[in-house]
């Protein structure tokens, strides 16, 4: 069964700063999805980046990038630039391609995020 | 858009109460699944739902059921309500499995049983 992993339960940036969270999976397949996901006190999950396992360039999406390596099955989120608005809970996520895998996403614990003023 | 609407926001009930969380969605999207949340666990699979009238286990599915009668609703029922069913309950959909696409989530019901 695949797993993740995200080994800090709480970070803090200053507002401007940057701010890495990790993420790292355990999975036997070779082809799978990984997303980054936001949940602020709202409640409302926000996907805010996704990675397709077999694309090598890393994706960005504005001030949020990834560095994924996949021979180490590691997935962390960079926040350049980070702003009030980005305090939240982030979830890494993994979905598989295949084998009944592809049906959920197994999420890691979350890292809470507080960015300081 | 309307997206993913869930309702209840929140809901308190006696241990052995049942009732069902609604979900529906508007967006004619094939897949549907329920997720719990609790403190420290991410998010876990309940049911799921590949489309209208087929349904499947995830990965804590035992005191829920579920029915897809409809593409655009997924309801959960809780028929005896116990206090480890206190948790908070997403509701999500996405195109379809086949596709890497986005999973859109409802607002969420956050559940107390006493």
């Known amino acids: 069964a695949q797993t993740v992993t995200q080994s800090q339960p709480e970070m803090s940036v200053q507002e401007a700063e940057t701010v890495t969270l990790s993420c790292t999976y355990d999975t036997s397949e070779s082809d799978y999805y990984l997303f980054w996901y936001k949940q602020p006190p709202s409640r409302q999950m926000i996907l805010v980046i996704r990675?397709?396992?077999?694309?090598?360039q890393n994706a960005t999406e504005n001030r949020f990038s990834v560095n994924f390596q996949k021979a180490a099955k590691s997935f962390s989120l960079k926040i350049s630039d980070s702003q009030l608005g980005d305090a939240a809970m982030y979830f890494c996520?993994?979905?598989?391609?295949?084998?009944?895998?592809?049906?959920?996403?197994?999420f890691g614990k979350g890292t809470l995020l507080t960015v300081n003023p | 858009n309307a997206g993913v609407t869930q309702t209840p926001k929140f809901q308190v009930l006696k241990t052995g109460q049942s009732m069902t969380l609604q979900c529906a969605q508007d967006m004619n999207h094939e897949y549907m699944s329920w997720y719990r949340q609790d403190p420290g666990m991410g998010l876990r699979l309940i049911h799921y739902?590949?489309?209208?009238?087929?349904?499947d286990q995830g990965e804590v599915p035992n005191g829920y059921n579920v029915s897809r009668s409809t593409t655009e609703d997924f309801p959960l029922r809780l028929l005896s309500a116990a206090p480890s069913q206190t948790s908070v309950y997403f509701c999500?959909?996405?195109?379809?499995?086949?596709?890497?696409?986005?999973?859109?989530f409802g607002q969420g019901t956050r559940l107390t049983v006493v």
């Open positions: 999500a959909s996405s195109y379809s499995i086949l596709l890497v696409s986005e999973a859109f």
């Open positions: 996520a993994y979905r598989g391609s295949s084998g009944g895998s592809n049906y959920k996403l197994t």
């Open positions: 990675q397709e396992a077999y694309k090598q």
């Open positions: 739902s590949v489309g209208a009238g087929i349904t």
